[in-house]
């Protein structure tokens, strides 16, 4: 297991704020931050709803922007699915892990829900 992750996907209110709480509430010994690259304004209520249903508080965290400085720092990318992985630089790719995880946005709330699990059981198989 790698001490510090990078999920990414899109616009970072869902899919890669799940793996990062989870991430982090499950590790003793890593940290994972989460970006997109093309940041929402904010975590979409559904992200925070599912998580409230597992007992983690995800309303604080913000959204943030992909950055250089961000994948330098990371021991491992964790790409959500591979539409971002042409936004991730060469000198990275070594780092990057693609989960095919599908995306959130149109879905109903039951598949939200089947989606959250997918991440934890992945994030669980991570650590």
């Not at 559904?46 to 007992?55: A, L, R, S």
């Not at 539409?83 to 599908?102: F, G, M």
């Not at 109903?108 to 699990?117: H, K, L, Q, S």
Request: aromatic content about 4%; some cysteine; glycine content about 6%.
């Amino acid at each position: 297991m790698k001490n510090k992750v990078l999920f990414v996907c899109k616009g970072n209110s869902g899919r890669s704020q799940m793996a990062e709480a989870f991430f982090n509430k499950f590790s003793k010994i890593g940290k994972a931050t989460s970006a997109g690259i093309n940041p929402d304004k904010k975590i979409h209520p559904w992200t925070i709803q599912v998580m409230e249903e597992v007992g983690m508080d995800v309303s604080k965290q913000k959204t943030k922007l992909l950055t250089d400085e961000l994948m330098k720092g990371a021991d491992k990318i964790i790409l959500m699915d591979s539409d971002v992985l042409e936004n991730i630089p060469e000198e990275h790719l070594s780092k990057v892990e693609n989960w095919k995880i599908e995306k959130l946005l149109g879905k109903p709330i039951e598949e939200v829900r089947r989606i959250r699990d997918q991440i934890r059981k992945k994030v669980e198989q991570l650590i």
